[in-house]
């Protein structure tokens, strides 16, 4: 019982925290303390309600044993992250923005492959990735390379679309303007259409950023070496090692926040011009 009144003492303390924070000014500082209660509030009431009901470990295990298992496991998560993310999600990712940019030039400079391409491009976008990733594994084997492949199936095309959209976003005003100056494609499209599609370009890479990270990771339940986040995640729900499954999804949660992170803040020092990154 102890447990359940601390819980909720927890909630109302939280509550109370951010209701307080709400009336203040809003500054940077503020703005990172909102979500850091909540996240610790949300985090002690975890802990006590699993300990209050008294609920399995093999259900949900808490908080507490989760960080021991993840301070214990250190070298087996590293080696996971490394399988997972330096070499499946981020080398897919590399292959499949990069090479879905050069084909959104591609497509602009020639339109008739936008009328063929981009209706494939939605059929294929829709496709689901539990479908596709045994069939890639079969083709590109069961290392990294595999994980790779659905990365790019995943993170090509709507790259591509926000691309396309991006590079189509100058009006015609401002094109016949550049074509007084007698600037040809190329000219118009690194002075002109570029830096104005890079806010679609950039919206297509956070995008990218979740599903890069989700793609490697659900290949890797249909075929991996005896490593990868996947592959943990998968063999240790066999073998009732939730807190292990738990710090992995930890790892996972860590990397694609920090991954996004990375990516807007790069677009907000490439964008600084744009509405959107203002106040």
């Excluded at 703005?31 to 093999?58: H, K, M, N, Q, Y």
């Excluded at 793609?215 to 939730?242: C, D, H, K, Y």
């Amino acid at each position: 019982m102890g447990w359940i009144v601390l819980g909720l003492v927890a909630w109302i303390v939280g509550w109370a925290a951010n209701v307080w924070l709400a009336r203040l000014p809003k500054t940077r500082s503020v703005a990172l303390a909102v979500p850091v209660i909540f996240g610790v509030t949300l985090i002690v009431i975890w802990e006590c309600v699993v300990r209050g009901f008294d609920i399995s470990p093999v259900l949900l295990p808490t908080p507490t044993a989760i960080a021991v298992r993840f301070a214990a496991s250190t070298g087996i998560l590293w080696q996971d992250f490394v399988q997972t993310v330096l070499k499946g999600a981020l080398s897919g990712y590399v292959i499949g923005c990069g090479s879905a940019f050069l084909v959104a030039v591609a497509v602009d400079r020639f339109p008739f492959l936008q009328r063929g391409l981009l209706p494939v491009g939605n059929f294929v976008a829709a496709l689901p990735v539990i479908g596709m990733a045994p069939i890639l594994v079969m083709w590109f084997g069961f290392d990294w390379q595999s994980k790779a492949a659905v990365v790019v199936v995943m993170v090509f095309f709507p790259m591509l679309v926000n691309t396309v959209q991006g590079l189509q976003a100058t009006d015609t005003m401002q094109r016949d303007l550049m074509r007084t100056y007698a600037a040809g494609y190329w000219q118009m499209l690194f002075r002109l259409r570029l830096p104005a599609a890079m806010p679609f370009i950039f919206n297509g890479l956070k995008i990218a950023t979740t599903l890069a990270l989700i793609g490697a990771i659900v290949a890797e339940f249909f075929g991996s070496p005896i490593r990868g986040m996947g592959f943990r995640i998968s063999t240790s729900v066999g073998q009732l090692a939730l807190d292990l499954v738990w710090a992995e999804i930890v790892v996972a949660a860590i990397v694609g926040s920090a991954f996004y992170g990375g990516v807007a803040l790069l677009e907000k020092a490439v964008t600084f011009w744009h509405p959107s990154q203002r106040g």
